[in-house]
């Protein structure tokens, strides 16, 4: 079965923004970034800097669905962690809930062991939040995100006014 | 999987262009990219090979206008065409909204179209989704050639269910907004109908 759209709330944005911030400060990172397995983001605490976060999201999601194949090549059912080490800064790439990937930059301000540490505490905390998401999505019918959604009621010349 | 984020305001969709090696699904989207206002647009991606070719994906963020205060945001993925990357290809069609198949219409590549479009319904397949009811368009690329199969042979051949059909040069954009509309409304309306 296909997966079911994602609706985030702007109280679910909130919720895992607080988790965020936390993370990007016990861990002494650089960034900390959510997004989904199709590569959407989903929240970020800390600096891009000149970094884009579309592009960032769409080569991590890449990155890490390329492991998932690997994985399944060899026979496990995954590799959570991935872990890029560069000159300066270094990215920390973990899965969340089968849904969401949370991917942390630091550099030589932090270490590997103290961000391993605070992001799986951090983790445990997003699986719940993530899985009520994904539980109210799937859900859909009665619930508020439902009620809320903008394309129920969308016209062929809402749809043409797009293109000018 | 459509992505709808109530704080951002924006809608978030994936558009896949699929199709047999060398048959203009990059060129496509470098187009759409060259003839993008920057303020519509994001970074053009393309892990490619040094000769150009498609090793994992190209990746492109395009803006439309907003509906109903939602942002439209899409995202473009091609898929690497040749034979042996089909674990690369499978992996991008997850969490797909639209496909678009760009066909190549010379006569020496009608079996590789074949089996390029019998892959993408496998490969939909083990994604839990069924051809006959996505959002997809069929383009008929490379009109400009003199061994181009003539279009209604192309439809009998191609065809897989009443999809919107059509004609491209895509490296002088000749049909490559049509295309892009026509799947994006097409996403959109699914969208309505869920």
């Known amino acids: 079965m296909a997966a079911s759209d994602l609706v985030l709330l702007e109280k679910d944005h909130a919720r895992l923004t607080v988790v965020l911030e936390r993370l990007r400060l016990d861990a002494n990172a650089k960034l900390v970034f959510l997004l989904d397995k199709n590569g959407q983001q989903i929240a970020l605490a800390g600096d891009l800097g000149a970094v884009d976060p579309t592009s960032l999201a769409s080569l991590t999601a890449g990155n890490v669905a390329a492991t998932d194949g690997l994985a399944k090549l060899v026979g496990e059912k995954e590799f959570s962690i991935l872990f890029h080490e560069g000159e300066h800064d270094h990215l920390h790439i973990n899965t969340v809930a089968a849904r969401a990937i949370l991917l942390v930059m630091f550099d030589l301000r932090s270490s590997l062991g103290l961000v391993r540490l605070r992001v799986k505490k951090a983790t445990a905390e997003l699986v719940t939040i993530i899985e009520e998401i994904v539980a109210r999505s799937e859900a859909g019918g009665a619930s508020e995100s439902r009620a809320l959604t903008p394309f129920a009621e969308i016209t062929d010349e809402d749809i043409d006014a797009l293109f000018g | ?194």
């Open chain 2, 1 to 194: 999987m459509t992505f709808i984020n109530y704080a951002a305001r924006e809608i978030n969709c994936k558009i896949v262009y699929y199709g047999p090696g060398l048959g203009g699904k990059t060129t496509n989207i470098q187009y759409v990219y060259d003839r993008t206002g920057s303020a519509t647009k994001g970074k053009l991606i393309s892990l490619a090979t040094e000769s150009d070719r498609t090793l994992f994906f190209d990746f492109l963020p395009i803006e439309f206008g907003a509906i109903r205060g939602f942002r439209t945001r899409f995202h473009l993925y091609t898929v690497p065409g040749q034979v042996f990357y089909d674990a690369s290809r499978k992996l991008i069609l997850k969490g797909m909204d639209g496909v678009v198949f760009v066909a190549d219409s010379q006569e020496v590549r009608m079996d590789a179209n074949l089996e390029s479009i019998r892959n993408l319904e496998e490969n939909l397949k083990e994604h839990g989704y069924d051809l006959k009811r996505v959002p997809y368009v069929l383009q008929l690329n490379k009109r400009d050639l003199p061994t181009a199969v003539p279009v209604p042979e192309m439809i009998a051949a191609l065809r897989v269910k009443n999809e919107p059909v059509f004609e491209a040069i895509a490296t002088r954009g000749v049909g490559v907004f049509d295309t892009l509309k026509s799947i994006v409304k097409g996403v959109l309306l699914d969208l309505r109908s869920r």
